[in-house]
């Protein structure tokens, strides 16, 4: 379990983080959502004791970063897959970490295997390793020590479609067996596919947190057909108002009842789809607004 | 990979967490005397500090006269060149993790600091100590080559000298520690390890009113003793007064510096 409390960053006159909160319960994936500079590593270095905070606190199963004996074993983390000796193997990464944390060396075997690097990739130096390589091992360290929380900063960077597919696999199976999962990420699609909750920063403060399935609804359904004056008629018809928008018609009704009214009038759908919710239109704002301020 | 788990890891938490300790000191120490030999770098700095000794032992057997041949004269003149390799090595045991970024790693699994500190200065002294041991044995295979060559080969040793050399290296690794500690970079803590110590023994030189001091505050001039014979009272207290300048005062600051420092 996470807790973040009220937590501020400041350099000088700027807030870099300003007043967070937000707890990650065990069983669950969070995605900490955010534009690139919104104030997401800030956060996740502070959670982990590498930034100190200018107020507030956090803890991780129950506990201050600072105070947890043998962190490795209950927390994995992964905040910049580069930040590692370029000179070292890929193993002897893992090897240093092991003996860190009092592991057996057989672990770090264990979790070459389970990410995907064989033998030939142990064995080279990180200097000679992809993103994705790179992104490999970091998910390894923070697997080795079979901890129960798993701090992710934007670990599907540099990995290749089937890469992130099997990270949510891998993400998705440790929190249904009963881990806490926080990953960032700069892309909503990303997070979308693997959380249960959603925090939503920008400029440094929280701008949207709750489940998922409620941040993405209110949205309405989208609707396109060939003919759509029929149509806008049928919809009347089953007394559903209608919008135009870019991609079709936008009707503030479930799917469900938008299908059956189109069936009901015989008019043939070409497109059929929840629409955008608030929380894309929020992401979308956000995003734009810190491409203009990097771009001034 | 697919999302296969072994029935043994079907829960994420078990009741109880076997070897969820800190780690001790002792094993902290084993880890960053690891790091100082697993990349090429560290690996090859421990190698030219090693042959070092054997290239200068071997000079001696070569050109010195027969007759200064002896145990004495084969150990100590290996141990300046080793002495101004050992402060690199402690410069980059501290400062390759934040050039690496390591540090991101290393505080996140072990977030008390001082512990890695005092972790990465117990496994640079050693270091030391094994340099005056490697110099020994060089200095005695010379002793031996010398006798069956024809020179002195003579096993004159004062025990003085022992301690002298330890306190020497020692001195000189955890010197070039604490100029990584305070600067946390590694070409500005070599440069500055390089140059300021015989920038200040220049200008204590030129400067009148300097001289005294200097006397007291050069490590190029309060060390020199450490070669000959045993020091005096007044010597250990120069060598002292200068280490508390340059060794103590910046492993104390670096210390403080490294503790309150952004790891990103």
């Known amino acids: 379990m996470i807790s973040v409390e009220h937590l501020s960053k400041r350099y000088g006159r700027h807030a870099a983080v300003d007043d967070v909160s937000f707890r990650c319960e065990p069983g669950t994936v969070t995605g900490f959502l955010g534009p690139n500079g919104a104030g997401k590593s800030t956060t996740m270095r502070m959670i982990c004791g590498l930034t100190p905070p200018t107020a507030g606190r956090a803890t991780v199963a129950g506990r201050r970063y600072r105070d947890l004996p043998n962190p490795g074993r209950e927390v994995g983390v992964l905040l910049d897959a580069s930040a590692q000796h370029a000179g070292r193997t890929g193993r002897e990464a893992l090897a240093v970490a092991a003996s860190t944390m009092g592991l057996d060396r057989r672990e770090v075997a264990a979790k070459l295997d389970l990410v995907g690097l064989d033998a030939a990739a142990a064995k080279r130096r990180v200097r000679a390793y992809s993103l994705g390589m790179r992104q490999r091992l970091g998910i390894a360290l923070a697997l080795l020590g079979d901890p129960r929380v798993l701090i992710l900063d934007e670990p599907a960077n540099g990995l290749d479609p089937e890469g992130i597919f099997w990270m949510r696999g891998l993400l998705r199976d440790f929190a249904d067996r009963g881990g806490t999962v926080l990953l960032s990420s700069h892309l909503l699609r990303e997070v979308e596919a693997v959380a249960d909750r959603l925090v939503v920063i920008g400029g440094g403060r929280i701008v949207a947190q709750g489940d998922k399935s409620e941040l993405l609804a209110g949205g309405g359904t989208l609707v396109r057909a060939r003919d759509t004056g029929a149509l806008r008629r049928a919809l009347d018809a089953a007394g559903l108002a209608a919008r135009d928008s870019a991609d079709g018609l936008l009707v503030p009704a479930e799917t469900e009842a938008v299908g059956q009214a189109a069936a009901d009038a015989g008019v043939a759908l070409a497109e059929l789809r929840p629409a955008d919710g608030r929380l894309e239109q929020l992401f979308l704002t956000l995003t734009a607004e810190s491409t203009k301020e990097t771009g001034k | ?264």
């Not at chain 2, 880890?31 to 190698?47: I, P, S, Y």
């Not at chain 2, 041991?133 to 004062?158: C, H, K, M, N, P």
């Open chain 2, 1 to 264: 990979m697919t999302t296969t788990t072994a029935p043994a890891a079907t829960t994420v938490e078990p009741g109880r967490r076997p070897g969820v300790r800190r780690p001790s000191l002792l094993r902290l120490t084993g880890v960053e005397l690891r790091k100082l030999t697993d990349t090429r770098a560290g690996l090859w700095l421990l190698v030219t500090i090693g042959l070092t000794t054997a290239v200068i032992v071997t000079l001696q057997l070569v050109y010195a006269d027969a007759e200064d041949q002896t145990y004495a004269s084969f150990f100590v003149p290996s141990l300046l060149p080793v002495g101004l390799l050992l402060p690199v090595l402690g410069i980059l045991s501290i400062t390759a993790e934040w050039s690496q970024r390591t540090a991101l790693v290393t505080y996140a699994l072990v977030p008390r600091r001082e512990r890695v500190i005092v972790a990465k200065l117990a496994a640079v002294v050693l270091a030391a100590l094994a340099s005056v041991l490697t110099s020994l044995a060089v200095a005695a295979i010379g002793t031996l080559v010398s006798g069956a060559t024809g020179g002195a080969g003579r096993w004159e040793f004062d025990e003085a000298l022992l301690l002298n050399a330890i306190v020497f290296q020692v001195a000189n690794v955890l010197m070039g520690a604490g100029f990584g500690l305070l600067l946390l970079n590694t070409p500005l803590a070599i440069v500055a390890y390089l140059l300021l110590p015989t920038v200040w023994s220049i200008v204590g030189e030129l400067v009148p009113a300097l001289h005294r001091p200097a006397g007291w505050l050069d490590t190029g001039r309060t060390m020199e003793p450490l070669f000959s014979t045993s020091l005096d009272a007044d010597q250990w207290a120069r060598l002292g007064v200068s280490l508390l300048v340059w060794l103590v005062v910046p492993i104390v600051v670096g210390v403080i510096r490294t503790l309150r420092r952004e790891v990103a």
